[in-house]
């Protein structure tokens, strides 16, 4: 598994450098060696990449400015989060399931598992590029975990389940999360051109839009199906 | 579960206040409250007091000068090891064995898990109080994890609900059929306005269009969007 699993740990703006090497020892302990991180704090960066047992994770793992272009190789991207007060609008999973359905998804497409920094955690806009969330089953009162600790216990989940090397690979081909946010960015200039966004509050519609558009699940023929459609709708709008 | 989680976390002669700090807020994070620690190295544990978010399990932690007066209440001792290069004497189970095990006890009476020190692990003496050892099923290459991310994945296995993999009955509300075929009718028609449609050979676009939209697997509320997004593109491309 250790070389080619497919999934990527993505830290969103982490601060704390004890923190990023936590989150890169435990990839090394259970074999998840990719590790992309989403503007971090740049001298958290550099101290954690002095972290002892982890160094092969670090040395590795990739700088993004936008979390779009962190994900875009993916099949499927999930967000956690220990829910507080925020009303969520995405699907919410415990980890003992949402666990099993990554390690499904592994299979047959990369998928990036997001975390939001130490303090607030993903924030909406990160959160809108999510197909799911999903949620550590902490107890109430004290519900936020460390770091370091979220990730370890997320990816024992997903590696654990002797199920997992069973799970069958599926033969659909999910659209690429690059394409899926083409899709939605050329859909929100269409509705602009069409007069639709003025309706709504304008910096929601983005985020409401790409949450529509994930809900879709599409595959990959369909994606290239519903660019073809934009684009032409686009072209005719324009002409 | 709460209050009456009669397992007892064990850290043998720990020397990191952040590792004891971590330590203790999993424990709080997972309802697990009764922190026991054999001859912690002084400063450490007078330092780990000040840990956010994890002081009352801090609090009432308790200091023992042996490790079987620290065990001397419980029904049953488990020791972890990430097996180096010593042979053992004991049984060894996985975590996702051993988890199970310790929670159906757990019922029953009180449980200790033991965690050696960051550096050693358990001695030989240590083990020797153990009715058996537990491995988390990290990787043969870099086995050894973080004292408080181990604690964090042990508690998470213990905890975890195997019924919460079952999935749960959504709630969701499907879109009706006539919506779908409403929304698949006025594409059909954006689509002829815009020229898409001449593309292709027309008998078999209206089918093609109708399973694109239905593998969309809208729900109600996304589909009275979609009307809307669908009307404005018309009315616009007619204006």
Redesign the interface.
Known sequence: M?HKNPLRIVLVAPRNP?NIG?AA??M????CLELRLVNPYEVAFREARSAV?AHKVLEKAKEYSTLGEAVADCGLVVGTTSIGHRALEHPLK????GG?LIARKLASAPVALLFGSEKFGLSNADMSHCHWLMR????E??????L???V??CL??I????DAAKALPETRREARAGDVERITAM?EE??E????VHERVEGSTELKLRR?IR???L?AH?AE??L??LR??R???LS
């Open positions: 250790e004890l936590a020892r435990a090394s302990n259970f074999g047992k415990r980890l003992e399931l099993k550590i089953p902490t107890r009162e004290h519900g936020s975990m460390n370091g600790q979220a370890a216990v024992y989940e590696v654990r389940s002797p859909l269409i509705l051109q069409s007069g639709y529509l809900r879709m699940k595959n369909d199906v519903w073809g459609i032409q709708i072209w005719k709008l």
